[in-house]
């Protein structure tokens, strides 16, 4: 599998009248070709930094970031401007132009790479088509959606055939139902073309219904990377875990009382623990909170319980669940 992108040691630091703030710090990382990659963080985590980096837009303090194995930092102008051509990005705002039509802003990018009318006319049908939008060619932005929006913005991101689509909080702006669509596209242009796509967001509904792998950004630290179904079923780090498992609400029924965290996927989502558990050792537990999600179609969820006050007790419950494939962790 190639490589797209090879970030080693990355650090950023800005520099404002006098005072320095280090926004990436030693973040390496690689991106393959073909996968949806997300890169998740709290505002202020460095995300967008880290993907401004990745067109050069950013230029870093420390490390090196490559493109094809190809040294973004050592690239001369006419070499680099390439390169960004093979790069497209969309963002939360759009970016449309008010006073062109929809085809005339998709026709935008050909026409930055110096491709003839003609050409351009046809391929802004050609990509209005694949966003499902031929119908508002002749439309102005002042009258579409805000999904509508963001279709015609990744109509003309895809208009110059490029290598990665990056997408800096594209979907933000829009409602669960708008954004779920706009996922679902990203998905299908990703399947179809071959594309490569790297996806900034806060919001881990995002990572969790489109990408392969994610990286958790945690102020400018990489945290965590890994496959997402690995990350959900067995977040590692700290910001992980605070990203992954809601919070619990509730407090033990006494002061010596203990909580756990169960975690189960897709292979075990079916399965009636709980019932399983009365039925084979005859101990109950409290059930706090639970939930479940779609990951990829595979179901992965949690439960925080309330263990029984006998110490013997809470050990036959933990090796019941650590004996039936289930992740098991105290709730502090």
Do not use: W
Request: charged letters at 25%.
């Amino acid at each position: 599998m190639s490589k797209v992108f090879e970030l080693k040691n990355i650090y950023k630091t800005y520099r404002n009248d006098g005072k320095e703030f280090t926004a990436l710090k030693d973040v390496t990382l690689d991106i393959n070709e073909g996968e949806i990659f997300g890169i998740i963080g709290m505002s202020g985590a460095g995300k967008s930094t880290l993907v401004r980096t990745l067109n050069r837009l950013e230029e870093v303090n420390g490390g090196s970031v490559s493109f094809y194995g190809k040294d973004l930092a050592k690239l001369g102008a006419r070499e680099l401007s390439h390169v960004r051509h093979s790069i497209s990005m969309i963002f939360q705002g759009f970016n449309l132009l008010n006073q062109r039509t929809v085809i005339q802003n998709v026709e935008l990018s050909m026409r930055i790479i110096g491709m003839g009318r003609a050409q351009r006319r046809r391929k802004a049908m050609e990509m209005l088509e694949i966003v499902g939008l031929a119908d508002k060619a002749d439309s102005f932005p002042a009258r579409l959606s805000g999904g509508q929006k963001q279709r015609v913005a990744i109509a003309r991101a895809l208009a110059v055939d490029p290598k990665v689509l990056l997408c800096d909080e594209a979907t933000s702006a829009l409602d669960p139902k708008i954004t779920g669509e706009i996922l679902d596209l990203l998905k299908k242009i990703n399947r179809e073309r071959d594309l490569t796509i790297v996806i900034i967001t806060h919001e881990m509904s995002v990572i969790e219904k489109i990408c392969d792998r994610v990286a958790i950004i945690d102020d400018g630290v990489l945290s965590e990377i890994g496959y997402v179904k690995d990350v959900f079923s067995n977040p590692k780090s700290k910001a992980a875990k605070k990203l992954v498992f809601p919070s619990n609400p509730f407090d033990p029924s006494g002061e010596d009382g203990k909580l756990i965290r169960i975690v189960f996927d897709g292979t075990q989502s079916s399965v009636p623990f709980i019932a399983n558990l009365v039925e084979k050792t005859g101990l109950k537990v409290n059930i706090l909170s639970a939930n479940t999600k779609s990951v990829g179609g595979i179901g992965y969820g949690q439960m925080i319980l309330e263990l029984p006050q006998k110490e013997e007790y809470r050990k036959t419950i933990t090796d019941f669940f650590t004996g039936s494939g289930l992740t098991v962790t105290e709730v502090n």
